[in-house]
C-alpha cells in the first residue's frame, strides 16, 4: 500500500454524475488512495449492505473487503439487516461463499470505522442508527442524501448502472494481480442484477466493467446461480401476483399478499412490466409490519425515482433511478397502523404521479 499526503479536496456535484467529495475528473487512484488512508492502521472494519441486500449489494460489499484486504491488509465484516431471501441471491452467498453476517450478529459500536455500499445513510433502507455518520459511502442511487455530503469518503454516481460498476474500476485500479475469480464472478452478477442483462441504465462505464471482469469470470458457477433450484412457494407467489393484477389503461398494478420476502416484489415488478402495451408495473406487499413497494417502467427518462419519492412523502421512503424504483413505509407511522390503508394511498399517489388517475382499473 502506498499513501500520498493529503490534500484539501473540493466536492463535485454534478446533475447527471451524482455527487463525490472529489474534484469533478479525479482519477481512481487519488481516490483509492483516500480510502487506504480512512481505514490504514485499523484493525477491523464494518461494511453494511441495504437491507435484505440484493446481488449489486453483497457484490460491491465482498469487493470492497477484497480490495482493503489484499491492498491495506485489513480485515472487514459485511453485514446486513433483513434475510437474503431471493433464491438467485441466496445461491449467490452459496456458490461463491461469500462470508456475511446478519446485524444480529454484529455490534456495531465496536466498530471505528463503518461503510454503506449500494445505499447511503437517511435513505431508509439500511440497519445503521440514525445517530451514527458511517466513513464511507459508495453508491449509485438517486436522490443524493444530505448526510451522504457529511462523511469522510462519498463516491456516488447516479449515472452509473450499479455500484458493482464502481467498485470493479476501483478493482481495476488497485493493481491487485490474478483478482480473484469469485469476486470477479459476483462483480459481474451484480452489474448484470442491477442493469437487467445490460439492457436497463447501462452506460459506457458499465460496459467497460463488464469487458474487464469477462475474462475473470466462473461461468459454470454463474449459470448454477442465474438458475436455481425453486420451492414451489416460489410459484405460489406468481399465481397471487397475476390473480391480483389490475390494469389502468398503461399501468399494471398487483398487491402481493401474503409476501414471502420483500426482494419477491422487484422480481414480480419485472415480470409484470413485460405484458404487452405496459409502461409501468408496481408491485406492492406487507412484510414484518411494513408496506414495500417496486416500480418499473419502460419508458428511458421518466424518472421513477422522482414517482416514488412524491409516493412517500412525509409517510416513508424511497429512492431509485429512471426505470427502476422502491420505497418503503413503516405502518407503525402510519394512522391507525393501518397497512391496508397505506398501500391504497400508495396507488393513488401512483397512478396521480403516472397521471392515470380516474383510469378505472381492470382484472388481467
Not at 111 to 126: E, M, W
Not at 213 to 238: A, C, M, Q, T
Request: aromatic fraction near 6%; glycine fraction near 8%; hydrophobic fraction near 35%.
Amino acid at each position: 500500500m502506498y499513501l500520498r499526503k493529503s490534500r484539501r479536496l473540493r466536492p463535485s456535484c454534478g446533475k447527471e454524475g451524482g455527487y463525490s467529495m472529489f474534484p469533478e475528473g479525479l482519477s481512481n487512484q487519488v481516490k483509492l488512495e483516500k480510502l487506504y488512508e480512512l481505514v490504514s492502521r485499523k484493525r477491523k472494519i464494518l461494511i453494511l449492505t441495504h437491507n435484505n441486500p440484493d446481488p449489486d449489494s453483497l457484490a460491491s460489499a465482498c469487493a470492497l473487503k477484497y480490495i482493503l484486504r489484499i491492498r491495506c491488509h485489513v480485515d472487514s465484516i459485511i453485514s446486513y439487516g433483513g434475510i437474503v431471501g431471493r433464491a438467485e441471491n441466496r445461491a449467490m452467498v452459496k456458490r461463491l461463499r461469500l462470508d456475511i453476517k446478519p446485524i444480529s450478529d454484529v455490534t456495531i459500536k465496536n466498530f471505528s470505522v463503518i461503510a454503506l455500499v449500494d445505499c447511503q445513510p437517511g435513505a431508509g433502507n439500511t440497519i445503521l442508527p440514525k445517530s451514527i455518520l458511517p466513513t464511507i459511502v459508495i453508491d449509485h442511487h438517486r436522490p443524493i442524501r444530505a448526510k451522504s455530503k457529511k462523511v469522510p469518503f462519498a463516491d456516488i454516481r447516479t449515472d452509473y448502472g450499479s455500484t458493482s460498476t464502481i467498485l470493479t474500476e476501483y478493482l481495476k485500479e488497485s493493481g491487485i494481480p490474478n483478482i480473484n475469480r469469485n469476486v470477479a464472478t459476483a462483480l459481474l452478477y451484480g452489474i448484470k442484477s442491477d442493469t437487467r442483462d445490460l439492457g436497463r441504465g447501462t452506460g459506457s462505464k458499465d460496459m467497460d466493467a463488464v469487458l474487464y471482469l469477462y475474462p475473470r469470470v466462473r461461468f459454470k458457477i454463474l449459470s448454477k446461480i442465474e438458475n436455481p433450484d425453486l420451492p414451489r412457494s416460489h410459484f405460489k407467489i406468481f399465481e397471487k401476483t397475476i390473480r391480483s393484477a389490475m390494469i389502468y389503461r398503461d399501468v399494471v398494478i398487483s398487491i402481493v399478499d401474503p409476501l414471502d420476502t420483500p426482494d419477491t416484489l422487484a422480481e414480480m415488478a419485472d415480470l409484470l412490466i413485460r405484458l404487452e402495451g405496459v409502461k409501468w408495473s408496481l408491485c406492492l406487499g406487507v412484510y414484518d409490519g411494513n408496506v414495500y413497494f417496486s416500480v418499473r417502467t419502460t419508458l428511458m427518462k421518466n424518472g421513477a425515482d422522482r414517482i416514488v419519492q412524491n409516493m412517500v412523502k412525509r409517510i416513508g421512503s424511497a429512492g431509485g433511478h429512471d426505470m427502476i424504483a422502491a420505497g418503503k413505509i413503516e405502518c407503525d407511522l402510519v394512522s391507525k397502523n393501518d397497512c391496508d390503508g397505506a398501500i391504497q394511498t400508495l396507488i393513488a399517489r401512483f397512478l396521480k404521479g403516472v397521471k392515470r388517475t380516474g383510469v378505472e382499473g381492470k382484472p388481467l
